[in-house]
């Protein structure tokens, strides 16, 4: 994933300030929050989607006061478990044999519903994104996520209104991991995004840009 996943917010909030988390530059999940804080206003709503999912509860973990708001869309609380920690050793596997190019082709039937797998302006930020992550960078990530602590154990500190938005038909994570978070979280709520698949910000801006621009701006 790359800013294009945040695309529709930078178009839309065009009269706030909206700093792109650098997970690039890292290669712990640990590493990423501590960067992010280190170009982070003192006070600043937080919205991270998938593995930047992973990065908010470290930042949650490390300054829970400078974080105003929390919205996570697309992601869950646990460590890998064995089938995910297989399914990544897949992905590296294919890289270090030089395959970086069937990463994102494996990708897509758990990236988006059926019914847009053949959806070209979707198919096309996907591989774009790709693209521009590149092999090592993609390696890095993979590891950092592999790596991860669990979560869930922290999530009744979090004291900030956290909202959740999950595409119902995401192939990644799951109604069951975003239950979780809102039963642990108080006061967290959830939204449930009708046919979007894992990139509900791309697949569903009408819907996603409105629901977080309230949620900051409430």
């Known amino acids: 994933m790359t800013d294009a996943v945040w695309q529709p917010l930078v178009d839309a909030w065009t009269d706030r300030e909206m700093i792109v988390a650098d997970n690039r530059s890292d290669d712990t ?10 170009n982070a206003p003192p006070k600043f709503a937080l919205v991270a989607h998938a593995m930047g999912g992973f990065v908010a509860f ?39 044999s030089g395959n970086f190019d069937r990463v994102v082709e494996e990708r897509i039937p758990i990236l988006f519903p059926e ?20 092999a090592d960078t993609f390696l890095a990530q993979q590891r950092a996520i592999m790596a991860r602590i669990d979560s ?5 500190e979090i004291a900030v209104p956290t909202l959740l938005i999950w595409g119902e038909k995401d192939g990644i994570t799951s109604r069951a991991h975003h239950d979780e978070i809102v039963d642990a979280v108080p006061g967290a709520r959830l939204e449930v995004i009708a046919g979007a698949g894992h990139l509900p910000t791309v697949e569903a801006p009408e819907v996603v840009v409105p629901l977080l621009t309230d949620f900051i701006d409430g």
Do not use: C
């Open 152 to 156: 869930r154990p922290r999530l009744g």
């Open 29 to 38: 999940i640990e590493g990423f929050a501590q960067r992010l804080l280190d």
């Open 58 to 96: 470290e930042v949650m973990r490390r300054a829970p006061g400078r974080v105003a708001k929390l919205a996570l869309i697309s992601t869950l609380a646990s460590a890998d478990g064995p089938a995910q920690t297989a399914r990544r050793q897949g992905y590296i596997d294919l890289v270090e």
């Open 115 to 134: 019914e847009k797998r053949n959806d070209e302006r979707l198919l096309a930020i996907a591989r774009q994104m790709a693209a521009d992550t590149g």
